[in-house]
């Protein structure tokens, strides 16, 4: 693996079902986050989790859990999806320390449609 | 409330240079990134300002003004593959990032 992975690439998921995107990294970033990305609007956190054991909510929480078992992993999960989650999501990554710019790294992303 | 304003979409001549305007509002200031995001791929860091004044990095600069709640990405000797989406971002207070809705421009030959 080769910085932030994701699965799967895409989905089509019905309404009321349960779902798990998956994101994995290989570098050892201490923080990790959820976003969705929507036609004009900017990327929107979902949660974060700024070291492993720990988590919390961004600015559009609601419908989406996240879990923080292990460094490299950082699941979201839709318990009952709904149409309004119909969006493209990003999982990113960061070290948090001072003396650097905390750049986020993205994974390519997951296309997920609700019906 | 927190606000990133940046223009929807911009046009430019290759070999041309352009300016992207990015204004803020936030809730404490820890820094101010640009991101490129090329249509139906991942966003890639581009660069950061956390005091005022410009940083360059070869055909890209990036100025910061904190009174003024504005930075600017400059992109000289335009090229084709430049043609992106340009995401504004700064890391608030609480050190997450507030995103703007982005800028797409559109590099004509």
């Known amino acids: 693996i080769a910085g932030i992975t994701q699965a799967p690439t895409s989905q089509i998921l019905a309404a009321g079902r349960r779902m798990t995107l998956r994101c994995t990294q290989d570098?050892?970033?201490?923080?990790m986050y959820w976003y969705r990305q929507d036609l004009g609007l900017g990327l929107r956190l979902i949660h974060y989790?700024?070291?492993?054991?720990?988590?919390g909510k961004g600015e559009v929480p609601d419908g989406y859990s996240v879990s923080r078992a292990n460094t490299d992993d950082f699941p979201l999960t839709l318990a009952s999806a709904v149409p309004s989650q119909t969006s493209v999501y990003f999982c990113?990554?960061?070290?948090?320390?001072?003396?650097?710019?905390?750049?986020?790294?993205f994974g390519p992303g997951t296309r997920l449609t609700v019906l | 409330g927190q606000n990133i304003d940046q223009p929807t979409e911009m046009t430019a001549t290759e070999g041309a240079i352009v300016q992207i305007n990015c204004t803020y509002q936030?809730?404490?200031?820890?820094?101010l990134f640009w991101y490129q995001q090329h249509a139906g791929e991942a966003p890639t860091f581009l660069s950061y300002?956390?005091l005022d004044g410009l940083e360059e990095k070869g055909r890209f600069s990036s100025f910061l003004s904190r009174s003024k709640g504005y930075s600017y990405l400059l992109l000289k000797e335009l090229q084709m593959k430049d043609s992106a989406s340009y995401l504004c971002?700064?890391?608030?207070?609480?050190?997450?990032?507030?995103w703007g809705a982005g800028t797409k421009l559109i590099i004509k030959p």
């Open positions: 971002a700064v890391m608030d207070s609480n050190y997450q990032l507030i």
């Open positions: 989790s700024n070291t492993a054991g720990t988590t």
């Open positions: 570098m050892r970033h201490n923080a």
């Open positions: 936030t809730s404490g200031f820890n820094g």
């Open positions: 300002n956390v």
């Open positions: 990113a990554s960061s070290s948090m320390g001072s003396g650097s710019p905390n750049e986020q790294f």
